[in-house]
């Protein structure tokens, strides 16, 4: 079963996630998991530009460390980069110990190129957290889950559906996942270009987390 929005039902028992932005009402929040990667980080980056959208980056620790270039490019460009790990680890499958390490290693990178914010924002790979977890993350993070989920990952739902899914349930305060990985590369290429058109012809406006 694919949930492109979260069910309110879940919302309401993890009051300490943060899954919309509440304020705005016409300000959308577009995040993109994984990057940053060769090529595919950069196509998004202009295509942000071309609509004047700002959005938020949770970065793979270990990409960071590869491709410092592109970190730092995407904050020259007025975007912001949160926390996904170091290694895209499950927290499910992990220690709490071995967890926090694992995000500490990643946020030491981040802040090698982005001025440190208090709180920290994360979000943890596949969803998957511990409460335990929660307990301990949220004294330093920000934990920022999402309220549309663009299946850009999938294959069994072709690109236009999974569009006007999103297209659908997206509304003022919508914290939206796409990918910034080559799994996703294709449908997110058709997806985004028609998602920024589609919103910016209605008037809203595409923000970064805490701006």
Known sequence: MHFYKTPALLKSLTKKLYWDIKGGDRDI??????????????????????????????CVGDNVRKYPEIAKNTILRGHRLGNHTFNHVKG???????????????????D??????????FRPPYGQITPGQIAL?????????????????EKKHNAQKSLDKILSKTGPGSIVVFHDN??????????????????????????????
């Open 92 to 110: 499910w499958q992990s220690s709490s110990v071995a967890y926090l390490d694992n995000i500490k290693k990643c946020q030491h990178y981040i």
């Open 29 to 58: 929040y577009l995040t993109f998991d994984d990057g940053p990667i060769p090529g595919l980080t950069e196509y998004i980056l202009d295509m942000l530009d071309a609509y004047a959208a700002k959005a938020t980056f949770f």
């Open 182 to 211: 080559y799994k996703a590369e294709e449908k997110l290429k058709y997806m985004l270009p028609r998602f920024l058109s589609h919103f910016k012809e209605k008037g809203f406006n595409f923000k970064k987390i805490g701006q």
């Open 112 to 121: 090698l190129y982005q001025p440190v914010s208090e709180p920290a924002i």
């Open 137 to 153: 993350l949220s004294t330093e993070y920000h934990i920022i889950m999402w309220d549309v989920l663009a299946y850009d990952f």
